[in-house]
């Protein structure tokens, strides 16, 4: 018997089963930003087979269980809870990565930026990325989190009301951060090095494609579970 099945949406799998984002990634599928829509919906005009996919995500559902794997239910965690862990999982590695990968980004454009065009597209894209996760989180670790922890405790019709507004907001930023990774990734063909690609090359891709994974599973755990409360 199936588990997950074409009118669950992406979300919903990649809640209960967060390795189905690998799956989805590999057919490109959002579930984070428009993450909202049946599967059904979401793969059409897209080159997919559902069934195929539905049955992979199904069957390395099932061995994960299997080893023992526990699934973590985002809706009995506190709100508060959740905070701190995207605070200590998603806010913290971005504090940490986004300068000391600026680097390696701008070391890679400036010795090979001659021979490889789209390194300087990479180079724009990522500090664009970089200037607006920035102003993103502080918005966040400021303003909204602190507002939804007094909630939390109040219950305030009028906190609810200034939650939604800003919440809608960092949806709306989201999705343009969410773009801004897809063409970087699709500048780089998917962060494939090219032939020949020098150490400080193979750093930057493997980098920014760890802060692809992180920052989508971040957006995914505030639009789709943290902002839906």
């Not at 809870?81 to 890679?108: C, G, M, W």
Request: proline share 3%; charged share 30%.
């Amino acid at each position: 018997m199936q588990t997950f099945d074409i009118d669950n949406t992406p979300a919903e799998i990649v809640k209960t089963f967060p390795k189905a984002s690998d799956f989805f990634k590999k057919e490109k599928i959002n579930f984070c930003c428009d993450g909202d829509k049946s599967l059904k919906e979401t793969v059409v005009n897209k080159p997919v087979d559902v069934e195929s996919l539905l049955q992979t995500i199904n069957e390395a559902y099932s061995s994960w269980k299997e080893a023992g794997n526990e699934v973590i239910d985002w809706d009995q965690v506190s709100s508060t809870a959740l905070i701190n862990h995207i605070l200590e999982r998603h806010h913290d590695y971005l504090h940490d990565e986004l300068e000391p990968l600026s680097q390696f980004v701008t070391k890679i454009f400036r010795v090979h930026g001659q021979n490889h065009a789209h390194l300087k597209e990479l180079h724009i894209l990522y500090h664009t990325f970089m200037s607006d996760v920035e102003s993103h989180l502080f918005e966040e670790e400021n303003t909204l989190f602190p507002l939804i922890r007094q909630y939390e405790e109040t219950k305030d019709l009028e906190t609810a009301m200034r939650i939604q507004e800003l919440s809608q907001r960092m949806e709306e930023e989201h999705q343009l951060i969410g773009d801004l990774l897809k063409e970087m990734s699709d500048a780089t063909n998917g962060f494939v090095l090219p032939v020949g690609a020098c150490n400080s090359y193979r750093i930057t891709y493997a980098r920014l494609a760890e802060l692809e994974a992180n920052t989508v599973e971040h957006i995914h755990l505030e639009n789709n579970i943290l902002f839906r409360r």
